[in-house]
């Protein structure tokens, strides 16, 4: 009997020492040492992560850096921008295009000439850069013809808008035109015009 109670004292002191055991790992360790080594663990493996990430995008970085200088490169060589570095030269130049277009047409300017071509601001507004000039011009049919084939066919690619032709004599026949437009290009994005300069002075 002795035997028997001496055995069961010996179950019962183990297990109210496996429920102390138990009620120390729930009070203390667990909060004080495994909860914290499983955030550790979880910032260790997000840490590592980012770590990967970075790493690939760094491997990917001449890729993408020579993708986008083949863009660029494409950008700049399309022949619809025009090639000069600021709205100024950009304007002079249209002058330009629209003087040899004229003299083309006629070179004895008695056809067809230019009464009047005006500057007009760089508009910044929208994607890319525009320069323009109002022009004016007293030609023949077949001479304004000749002119605006030779302004929207060249290189780069020009525009004429705001077209507004009256009937006026040209010359002892008669029968020519008086013709008023807007000459437009327009130059690469990153060009700096005069309201891009007035904007960022803001």
């Known amino acids: 009997m002795a035997t028997h109670r001496a055995r069961r004292d010996r179950w019962l002191a183990l297990c109210l020492l496996l429920a102390v055991l138990g009620l120390i790992y729930l009070l203390l360790v667990q909060p004080l040492w495994v909860r914290p080594m499983l955030a550790v663990e979880a910032e260790i493996h997000g840490l590592q992560e980012r770590q ?72 910044s507004s929208g994607r890319f850069p525009r320069v323009a000039v109002q022009a004016r011009l007293r030609c023949g049919m077949s001479e304004w013809m000749n002119v605006l084939q030779t302004l929207e066919t060249g290189t780069p690619q020009l525009r004429v808008d705001r077209l507004d032709i009256l ?36």
């Open 167 to 202: 009937s006026a004599g040209m010359g002892e026949g008669g029968g020519g035109l008086d013709v008023s437009f807007e000459l437009s290009g327009y130059l690469r994005p990153g060009v700096v015009t005069p309201a891009t300069e007035v904007a960022n002075g803001q």
């Open 52 to 123: 990967q990430r970075i790493g690939m995008q760094l491997r990917q970085a001449p890729q993408v850096a020579q993708r986008l200088q083949q863009a660029q490169q494409t950008l700049v060589d399309q022949p619809g921008f025009m090639a000069e570095s600021s709205a100024e030269l950009a304007t002079s130049k249209l002058v330009q295009r629209l003087e040899e277009a004229a003299r083309l047409a006629s070179p004895d300017q008695r056809s067809c000439a230019i009464s009047d071509r005006s500057p007009l601001p760089a508009d």
